[in-house]
């Protein structure tokens, strides 16, 4: 079982990104999902989170995200999205995807992927 995470970079603030998770070893329909960020110095967060299923798809975000990140799943491709507009430097972080729940705790989540690196900056 792997997820892989990708999408990363270095961006300006107002910019965009999009990352993007592919998962291997299970079918994304099998559990709830997760973005999760770490930023310098701070303790893991979770950013947003999508249940199982192909209808009637629940989402969650971190305040400090609504209006300005989407996270979607595309089933049959085993692939979890989070679309990241109008960025900000405190977005600044590595970001993580996890599969196996939709809490928002870390340890309710079987699977991680090894993150990746987002950078707001001028």
């Known amino acids: 079982v792997q997820l892989q995470a990708s999408g990363g970079g270095l961006v300006q603030p107002g910019g965009s990104l999009r990352l993007s998770c592919v998962a291997s070893?299970?079918?994304?329909?099998?559990?709830?999902m997760g973005w999760w960020r770490q930023a310098p110095g701070k303790e893991r967060e979770r950013v947003s989170c999508?249940?199982?299923?192909?209808?009637?798809?629940?989402?969650n975000y971190a305040d400090s995200v609504k209006g300005r990140f989407t996270i979607s799943r595309d089933n049959d491709k085993n692939t979890m999205y989070l679309q990241m507009i109008s960025l900000k430097p405190e977005d600044t972080a590595v970001y993580y995807c996890?599969?196996?729940?939709?809490?928002?705790?870390?340890?309710?989540?079987?699977?991680w992927g090894q993150g990746t690196l987002v950078t707001v900056s001028s």
């Open positions: 996890a599969a196996g729940s939709t809490s928002e705790y870390e340890y309710d989540y079987d699977y």
């Open positions: 070893g299970f079918t994304l329909d099998y559990s709830g």
């Open positions: 999508i249940s199982i299923g192909y209808s009637d798809v629940r989402t």
